[in-house]
């Protein structure tokens, strides 16, 4: 597979993109989809600007999107063509492909292990202490000024 350049790509980009054409780059690229999206998006967001005219709103944004655009599409390009010559892009890969870390192989073990003890708990008996039983729940009964009165339970409550 021929060595594409990246002085090539973002050249394309920058000089089309003073023009308005922004993706040439990413198309040389050999990003397909980034390229084809740099162009219709720009163009999108051009006609919304030319929209916003009327409302003097596009006097800050039609340029800000413009400067953008110049910016972004050249990094992306230049990424791009990174990525073809390394030949990570030319790979076809179905199915999982990737074997995970040793510590991301720990977390999901620990996590595996928590979900199976929550499990455990959340469909476990009741275990009620014996300090909440219903003799010695506290009664929401207030003093005369205003507090809860002191050593109340629902078994001297029952009493009263």
Same mark, same amino acid.
């Given at each position: =597979?021929?060595?594409?350049?990246? *002085?090539? #790509?973002?050249?394309?980009?920058?000089v089309l993109g003073l023009f &308005?054409?922004? &993706? %040439?780059?990413?198309?040389?690229? *050999? @990003?397909?989809?980034?390229?084809?999206?740099?162009m219709l998006s720009f163009w &999108?967001?051009?006609?919304?600007?030319?929209?916003?005219?009327?409302? $003097?709103? !596009?006097?800050? +944004?039609?340029?800000?999107?413009?400067?953008?655009?110049?910016?972004?599409?050249?990094?992306?390009?230049?990424?791009?063509?990174?990525?073809?010559?390394?030949? !990570?892009? +030319?790979?076809? =890969?179905?199915?999982?492909? $990737? @074997?995970?870390?040793?510590?991301?192989? @720990?977390?999901?073990?620990?996590?595996?292990?928590?979900?199976?003890?929550?499990?455990?708990?959340?469909?476990?008996?009741?275990? %009620?202490? /014996?300090?909440?039983?219903? /003799?010695?729940?506290? %009664? #929401?009964?207030? /003093?005369?000024?205003?507090?809860?009165?002191?050593? @109340?339970?629902? #078994?001297?409550?029952?009493?009263?």
């Amino acid at each position: =597979m021929p060595q594409k350049s990246a *002085g090539v #790509a973002v050249a394309l980009e920058l000089v089309l993109g003073l023009f &308005g054409v922004f &993706g %040439v780059g990413n198309l040389y690229a *050999g @990003r397909t989809g980034a390229g084809v999206a740099l162009m219709l998006s720009f163009w &999108g967001l051009f006609w919304v600007n030319f929209l916003l005219i009327f409302v $003097f709103i !596009a006097i800050v +944004t039609m340029p800000m999107t413009w400067i953008a655009y110049l910016v972004m599409g050249p990094l992306l390009a230049a990424r791009g063509v990174e990525r073809h010559n390394s030949g !990570a892009g +030319t790979h076809v =890969m179905i199915g999982p492909s $990737f @074997r995970p870390s040793s510590r991301e192989f @720990r977390w999901r073990r620990d996590c595996s292990a928590f979900a199976e003890r929550f499990h455990d708990w959340a469909t476990g008996p009741c275990m %009620v202490p /014996s300090c909440m039983t219903k /003799s010695t729940l506290p %009664v #929401a009964s207030m /003093s005369s000024k205003g507090l809860p009165a002191p050593g @109340r339970t629902v #078994a001297d409550h029952d009493t009263d």
